[in-house]
């Protein structure tokens, strides 16, 4: 196909995906398992008290720290970001199940907290290197 104006057709260009050196992803890998640790910390001691809103503020901001540290870590690993991520949004989830769920029997409370724990232990085995 000739262009109208009689111009030359530009191929698209492609680019090559970032490459990161090995130490870039081990610094990368290390500052989302600091952050990590730390907002699960927060969110058992938290999650174990008898305050509901300083439970829910752990898990808001336990998600907000993961998804801060994913976005500013292009070096990470797929599967560390995924594994942050998954935990970020079972962490957002679990708090708005928290606001209808009707004990901690609730199945639907039931539901979201096993996933937490789920997706905790992915998380807990990318930083311990399992």
Not at 12 to 41: F, G, I, N, S
Not at 102 to 108: E, L, N
Request: aromatic share 4%.
């Amino acid at each position: 196909m000739r262009p109208a104006n009689g111009s030359r057709a530009v191929a698209p260009t492609t680019m090559a995906p970032p490459t990161y050196t090995a130490a870039e992803t081990t610094a990368a890998h290390q500052k989302l398992c600091d952050v990590y640790k730390l907002a699960a910390r927060a969110v058992q001691i938290e999650t174990n008290g008898d305050d509901p809103a300083m439970a829910n503020i752990s898990t808001v901001n336990g998600a907000q720290m993961l998804q801060q540290a994913v976005n500013t870590a292009p070096a990470l690993a797929p599967g560390d970001r995924a594994a942050a991520l998954e935990l970020a949004e079972a962490y957002s989830n679990s708090t708005a199940v928290a606001s209808f769920a009707r004990g901690r029997d609730d199945p639907a409370w039931r539901s979201a907290s096993d996933n937490v724990i789920a997706k905790d232990a992915r998380m807990k085995a990318v930083c311990s290197g399992g």
